[in-house]
DNA sequence: GATGCTCTTGGGAGCGCTCCCAGATGAGGC
DNA sequence: GCCTCATCTGGGAGCGCTCCCAAGAGCATC
């Protein structure tokens, strides 16, 4: 009676292990090995157990082997940034693209949160245990933030995207990925001198961030001084840093942005004020963004890798609960310098 | 022995619904339809299992109840877009972060899925039954994109955001949410038209989406003519379509780009063309991202409300899960105008 | 042929929960 | 006092899976 069917929805009951089994003509136990990778099961059974989830469909169910193992097989992304500034920028694209590329390899899931008010903070907090995730993947740069201890302190799997900054409890054992933004400065600063520049400015980033501080760092071994104004690494506040500096020092020859947004404000200042770029000013961002290929001249740009870093933070993250020592728990990757226009 | 602990780790094995109806005196019927609200239930019972759930901090097994319920509290939320571009654009961070914010008000939990080669969409395509989530939520513009079809085949809740394509099948059931397109590029041209502005150009988007077909649409039917050129929503093709326009009519005295980013890169052709905004031209974009405040001149823009769609979205979503017929299928969100600087 | 080993196997037990049925309780009507 | 009905309650059954134990099979050794 019963024609041709999708195999996917075989009357509403999907079929169970022990369905599979039967018809593999073994125990529910052998079966159970094949799917979960036993070596401890002849090629003979092997054959028959996995034609027969083959001819049946066979997909297990997640919650009964949940329920036995006691893992959730998810994984917490918490993107904790205050306002939605943040999120739009290409640096989180990128990781967040690098991590959901990463972990659609896997069996695990991926539980978004993106946290933004103090309140959004607390739930998620209250949510990040093991009952509900086997590990947290957490991008949050700020000092203040409470996330991270707490979910370490839980003994939960965690790996951060951006390095804590040093004052933060537990920094030394806080498993991370970041890029090398000591180095990024450095190389900046390096290339700008190289260009015969020497009133060479510093568009910095947020001082109560990791990446805010080493890149300013890096920065200034390289060229000293202290013509530098602080921003929060958003474009507006790129611009006002520009103003500042440039009433400052009108006669600049470089600047060093801290972040592309923050170089693309400092370029519309610029203009504005009637230098030409790079002839008079040589501006030099941090990012790499695709975006900075379309500004007016191209923006040369230090690239930090963020769908590198996705990746490597669910590889990390992965070693972690796999129990597997032979991880590193820290990784920082490489940054190079992006020549476009702008310097 | 034991000093004070975090109750949410007390000596590794969680109390149990039978923990609970053991402390309160009463039987785990009675308990769990204190858990899950019955109504059937005597005040003095709900007072006891509601105090030994707060004392033992009874947390309810989802593996255990997924399990039984044959539901996974699970909803999925697909960006499927080619290439990274857009995920970084302002659009999707809104609707992202309005997603998140209404499913945090729930129990459901929000399986992110970022499908950008064709692998991983046969992957998503593949992960997306009622074994792995209740229901989906979609961000995919493209008539091509067979997910959504697919998705509706199965029977699992969807909502789209993003009016489907007239041309895609289906087309009329299709749950989804959606600005009013067609009246914000009415409103745009419109207000160009009282602003006296006479030779109005258009930078549309892409004519493969919903989105680039209505507010040309809306455009058109107060302005008519053919003063238009296509982009696909991103800066670049922005300033191609302008550098386009301007040849076809130096004489232009506005332009309306139908996205922020569209408008950036007019804004920046037309500056190197010597035109002054608005004086000499003015501009409307179509978005009204953060962004554009802090652009010279900052630009004034159809606003959608990207983060209330996103909790449309969600709610639509929860609407289906619940069988309420009540819920409508299809919302479109209003735009407004949002004067800057620009026009 | 008995013994000891390894490799493989089947299936009982039980994870924590909800569903549902049968029973207890109490109020109300005869 | 007895019956009926509605309300509330306890606990058995069972969801689909993995874990683990005991036992069978096959082989080499004594």
């Not at 959730?72 to 959901?100: H, K, M, N, Q, W």
Request: aromatic share 4%; net charge negative.
């Amino acid at each position: 009676m019963s024609r041709l069917r999708d195999t996917s929805d075989m009357n509403d009951s999907r079929p169970t292990i022990e369905t599979v089994a039967a018809r593999a003509g073994v125990g529910r136990g052998t079966a159970s090995r094949v799917v979960n990778g036993s070596s401890q099961v002849s090629p003979a059974a092997r054959a028959a157990v996995l034609k027969a989830i083959d001819e049946l469909g066979y997909v297990p169910n997640r919650a009964a082997r949940n329920l036995v193992t006691r893992r959730t097989d998810c994984v917490a992304l918490v993107i904790s940034e205050p306002g939605d500034r943040l999120f739009s920028e290409p640096y989180f694209a990128g990781i967040v693209r690098g991590i959901s590329s990463a972990m659609a390899q896997t069996q695990l899931q991926l539980w978004l949160s993106m946290v933004s008010s103090s309140s959004e903070r607390e739930r998620t907090g209250r949510f990040l245990t093991r009952e509900h995730v086997d590990g947290v993947l957490m991008l949050s740069q700020h000092a203040d933030d409470p996330l991270p201890a707490q979910v370490r302190a839980r003994g939960l799997p965690l790996v951060l995207c951006g390095q804590p900054l040093a004052a933060s409890p537990d920094v030394g054992e806080m498993p991370f990925v970041d890029a090398d933004n000591a180095t990024g400065g450095r190389q900046a600063a390096q290339y700008l001198l190289e260009l015969g520049r020497r009133r060479i400015a510093c568009v910095a980033g947020p001082q109560d961030m990791a990446a805010g501080v080493a890149r300013l760092e890096g920065f200034r071994e390289v060229v000293g001084g202290d013509l530098v104004e602080y921003g929060d690494f958003s474009e507006e506040s790129g611009a006002k840093a520009m103003t500042a500096l440039l009433e400052r020092e009108p006669e600049l020859d470089a600047v060093f942005a801290a972040s592309d947004p923050m170089a693309f404000g400092a370029m519309r200042v610029l203009k504005a004020a009637g230098r030409r770029i790079p002839e008079d000013v040589a501006v030099v961002g941090f990012d790499g963004s695709p975006g900075g290929r379309h500004t007016d001249p191209p923006l040369t740009s230090v690239f930090q890798p963020t769908e590198e870093m996705g990746r490597e933070m669910t590889r990390l993250l992965l070693g972690q609960l796999a129990g597997d020592q032979a991880t590193e728990s820290q990784v920082i990757l490489e940054t190079r310098l992006e020549l476009r226009g702008s310097a």
